[in-house]
């Protein structure tokens, strides 16, 4: 079965809200093919604003936008939605509960045009810890579209990774609804987990296909909330499963491998294996090359399935 | 709207004694630049702003966003006088559970219309806000109140440029320029001359004016809401501490408690410029 793809699932759902939400404003800093706003623009000049090469700006502009009843939706690359403008985001943002959506494109090894100074793999970590903040993470189109719809049509701040350009659609529109703190599970499984969001999730569905030719039955959950967090999705993948591997395209410092070990460290503690970048900084390289370089390809994944099974194993004796 | 029956100095007046008594109360805040902010606000709340301070909602308010969050216990002074909430909430400033929280905090106490105290944001914000009133075409007007250290962070620079771009001619912006830093004088410790030149260089239209006259201040701001494309800056030349002679210009008092000794102290000051108590 081949799988669709569509090209820039957000820039063309931006414009399409545009119509039906009025009070939606679109900003951005100098990165508008980036960020697809070009459809927005040409449909609504008049609420569009391009603020230059000023990210801080862009930020707090788009806090004064919402704080007068507009929705406003500010993008640039995720590396400086989250590192550049933190401050902007926890105060004008966050504090004042400003209906501020933060678009981060291009994020972690999604940019391997653009190297270490463009792959922001810090997003995840700075926003979740961020009180009133949301944080989603589309795992294709269809939930690209939905997440988008979800966060224009729910007040308060909300920051969306977005896929970069084309992404599968892997999951049926016609029957999905987007909702906040529920995980999808994308496939059944009963020996172990695989938590993942993002472009991470074609690359578990594939591992899980080769561990079903061992003979392992692995589960994968698309968590594509990160905040709030499925808590009981993650605890029932612990309780029925017994071992985890989280995949995700950030640093495994503080992005869901943390997330997940938070809630099952105070509920139901097993294996937890993080597939990530494993606290350096990024490279120019093709996908394929940045997948094998830092240890995130589907292999990798199968792999740390079976150092979780170990581990789940070895736990399983000693408790005999 | 304006009440003319309100003697601006008196009421000045009365704002720093309040002014002391929260820091007084509270253990602490900011006494140099709360004061120094005095007439800027009695002004703004007094005279120019549109606004209801049973109705801190209406929507065709005007907007005064106070981007120097530390000036906070000038700002609810201001607030309490002219009707937002009983005079006797401002004793609870800095007190745990208060909605006078050290730095303004817009989600406990309504009429503020932004939280602050990270500075160099308000500008900016105060820009979204003149962009969204452009878009819905409502007359009202967003006032930003600065300050001329806080014009050392970059993205007061950054704001300044989009309100030009975008010809935003019903921003107004007051910087309260007390000459001072937490760390000295500003001069000493980063100069940001000329300012006035600076700001004309941006594209805005500039007015100085003496911070300390209400009247003064009444005129300047009457000036800047002759729209002509351009936003507008009025530069209020202030004293940091203004009114007390031992917080005036003085380093250590941008952010100091007072003991009681000094709070007595510094009333008996005001009184005395005054004549008589209000």
């Keep these: 079965m081949s799988t669709a793809f569509v090209d820039k699932p957000y820039g063309t759902a931006l414009a399409e809200l545009g119509e039906r939400f009025p009070q939606l404003v679109v900003l951005d800093a100098d990165l508008q093919r980036a960020t ?25 502009v788009a806090a004064g936008l919402a704080l007068s009843g507009k929705i406003a939706v500010c993008g640039s690359f995720a590396c400086f939605m989250s590192q550049r403008v933190c ?86 529109p016609s029957t999905f609804r987007f909702r906040p703190g529920r995980a999808v599970r ?14 991470m999730l074609p690359r578990c569905l594939a591992a899980a296909d080769t561990l079903q030719q061992e003979g392992i039955s692995a589960r994968v959950v698309n968590m594509s909330s990160i905040k709030p967090l499925d808590e009981s999705e ?24 943390g997330a997940v070990a938070e809630v099952i460290g105070e509920t139901c503690p097993v294996p937890v294996v993080r597939i990530g970048v494993r606290d350096r900084f990024g490279e120019v390289g093709p996908a394929d090359w940045l997948a094998e370089e830092f240890g995130m390809s589907a292999a990798h994944i199968v792999d740390a399935a079976r150092r979780a099974l170990q581990l789940k194993g070895r736990r399983a004796q000693s408790v005999k | 709207m304006a009440d003319s029956a309100i003697d601006l100095r008196r009421m000045s007046n009365q704002i720093r004694r309040d002014i002391l008594e929260m820091i007084y109360l509270g253990g602490g805040g900011h006494p140099g630049g709360s004061l120094s902010s005095v007439e800027i606000l009695v002004c703004l709340y007094f005279s120019i702003l549109r606004l209801r301070p049973d109705d801190p909602g209406w929507p065709e308010r005007d907007r005064l966003v106070l981007s120097k969050g530390h000036a906070a216990p000038a700002l609810y ?22 909605a006078l929280q050290k730095h303004p905090d817009m989600r406990r106490l309504p009429g503020v219309e932004l939280s602050a105290g990270s500075l160099g944001h308000g500008l900016s914000v105060a820009v979204g806000m003149a962009l969204a009133d452009r878009i819905d075409r409502k007359d009202r007007r967003v006032y930003a109140l600065i300050s001329d250290g806080e014009s050392q962070e970059g993205q007061v620079w950054e704001a300044a440029m989009a309100a030009s771009a975008y010809g935003l001619d019903r921003l107004i912006a007051v910087m309260d320029c007390n000459r001072m830093q937490v760390d000295g004088f500003i001069d000493d410790i980063m100069p940001i001359r000329p300012v006035d030149a600076k700001w004309r260089a941006f594209g805005w239209a ?58 007595h102290s510094a009333l008996a000051e005001l009184d005395a410029n005054e004549g008589a108590p209000a």
């Design chain 1, 36 to 60: 697809e706003t070009e459809l927005f623009q040409s449909r609504f000049p008049e609420r569009y604003f391009n603020l230059g090469v000023a990210e801080a700006n862009m930020v707090c």
């Design chain 1, 87 to 172: 401050d902007q985001v926890v105060l004008s943002v966050a504090h004042s509960n400003a209906n501020v959506k933060l678009i981060g494109v291009e994020a972690a090894l999604s940019s391997g045009s653009n190297g270490a100074t463009h792959q922001g793999m810090l997003d995840l970590a700075i926003l979740r810890a961020i009180p009133n903040m949301t944080v989603f993470v589309p795992g294709d189109a269809t939930e690209t579209h939905a997440i988008l719809e979800y966060v224009v049509s729910h007040p308060g701040p909300a920051y969306l990774r977005v896929p970069r350009r084309r992404a599968p659609v892997l999951i049926d």
């Design chain 1, 186 to 199: 994308m496939r059944p499984g009963t020996d172990i987990t695989l938590i993942t969001f993002g472009m």
């Design chain 1, 234 to 257: 993650i605890h029932l993948a612990a309780e029925e499963t017994g071992a985890l591997v989280v995949a995700e395209n950030h640093n495994v410092l503080g992005g869901l491998g």
């Design chain 2, 77 to 98: 002074a201001a607030m309490a006088r002219r009707g937002y909430f009983p005079v006797d909430q401002l004793r609870t400033f800095g007190q745990p559970g208060s």
């Design chain 2, 206 to 263: 500039v007015e100085q004016v003496d911070g300390h006259d209400p009247y003064a201040l009444e005129r300047a701001f009457a000036a800047a809401r002759e729209s002509d494309g351009r936003p507008h800056i009025i530069l209020a030349d202030t004293v940091k501490g203004k009114g007390v002679s031992f917080i005036e210009n003085r380093v250590e008092w941008h952010s100091h408690p007072l003991s009681e000794e000094q709070y």
